[in-house]
């Protein structure tokens, strides 16, 4: 058990009847309870609710009185069954306008895309009032944070980009700090070198998000660690084995 | 969607500090998510909690007054943090003494594995009173049935026996027969051949479950589907490739 100063508590909520129905078997249960265990804070309930309004918002209700944070996962995208963003509004008590950073973000990456701009599309730059957003390194699309409660995507290389994007938010049992270094190379080749590095620094996660929906290859590697000293050993080794790739592959690294 | 002529519906509780730490990662919210769908069971709410008495208690009481059957995964090994049979008996208000019956199936097999009984073990025995024992084919362990809560395993493996032991108990949204074939030989031999024969039958579940702790090979293979003819079928099939199995490896069928 970890011993915080104070003890961080979580909720989870999955929401999906694609997950109840056994067609998608979930993995995000065991990514939030990964992060959490990292962070120090205690993970201590999870629900899976299907895609019913009034399951949603009971949930949501449940958890974030009792809880220092909740975390939810799945229906913030672009179809009429995702209705997390409705639910969350209404559970707050609040109206669910479109956030205008949040349709630049994606139309932002619409452009680059060349994907056109629908109103199904624009349902996910729809954020509840007084809601922060929560980047989406991946495919654009924000989650955001309202209160205690933290909705992200259900994909789960999206939710694991986004809990990533939220760590330096939270307030957990000890500070963990991170790295990010960008590649232009794919996951397929820097999957055998990091590994070697992930074993090399056990006590530094580190994590790769490729980010899709781009002309160009884009992976975030994140190493994040409470240990400062070894987070920067392991990012200096990290780095000279990006930057060694790239050279092989006579591809330029990115701009930062 | 299914359309049984009642709506039959379920919720889960998965049971164990390890899910939320992210030191196990749970598989069994996906089989019983599948389970309940092949019966045509309106899976709708799952809840992971934590190996506290309150947690599960309330949990319990929260679902079994919801839904039609409450499935439970987890905590009624043999150390001192398996509590669940503890927190049914409490949920239900009833007396959790040692189950003379499902002393004797233990006390069977540990007779044949030549395992020491201790008190330890011997808390695999309780079971809240008024429960009807659910077989464990695998370790023998049972589960148990009080109400409409049914309490299994942790262990995916005999998770998923049980749910088979379970599954002419229970009312679906369509009928759902099974046939069960016993083999001597083990999944890596038997594995090709049943997959192929999977491929073959679709519309029939077969489901491979190994035996532990005997001192022979044990497997047992479950068919299970709602149409009677293909059923008759597909065990034919699978009758055929066991016995021709068999003789190749020189080994006799178990006696049904």
Redesign the interface.
């Known amino acids: 058990m970890t011993q915080p100063e104070t003890r961080v508590t979580a909720g989870m909520i ?1 929401i999906g009847d694609e ?4 067609r998608t ?3 995000n ?3 939030v ?5 990292d962070l120090g804070i205690d ?8 895609d019913e309004m009034d ?1 949603i918002v009971e949930a949501v209700n449940a958890l974030r009185s009792r809880y220092t944070y909740v975390f939810t996962s799945g229906g913030i995208g672009p179809t009429h069954d995702d209705i997390t963003a409705d639910a969350i509004a209404q559970a707050f008590g609040v109206a669910l306008p479109i956030n205008a950073q949040a349709r630049a973000m994606l139309e932002a990456r619409w452009q680059q895309t060349g994907t056109e701009v629908n109103e199904a599309r624009l349902r996910m730059a729809r954020i509840p009032e007084g809601a922060d957003l929560i980047v989406n390194s991946v495919s654009a699309a924000p989650g955001f944070r309202i209160g205690n409660v933290h909705v992200m995507a259900g994909v789960p290389v999206i939710m694991r980009a986004m809990l990533e994007a939220l760590a330096p938010t939270l307030q957990g049992g000890k500070k963990v700090s991170s790295v990010s270094i960008k590649c232009a190379v794919g996951e397929g080749t820097l999957g055998g070198p990091l590994a070697a590095l992930q074993a090399e620094f056990p006590d530094v996660k580190m994590g790769s998000y490729p980010q899709m929906g781009r002309d160009k290859v884009m992976v975030e590697l994140v190493l994040r660690s409470s240990d400062e000293a070894r987070l920067a050993q392991a990012s200096a080794a990290v780095r000279a084995m990006v930057v060694d790739i790239h050279q092989k592959a006579g591809v330029a690294l990115p701009q930062e």
């Not at 309870?33 to 265990?37: K, L, P, Q």
């Open positions: 999955v997950i109840l129905s056994g078997k979930d993995v249960i065991g990514a309870a990964d992060f959490c265990t993970l201590t309930e999870v629900r899976v609710v299907s399951h």
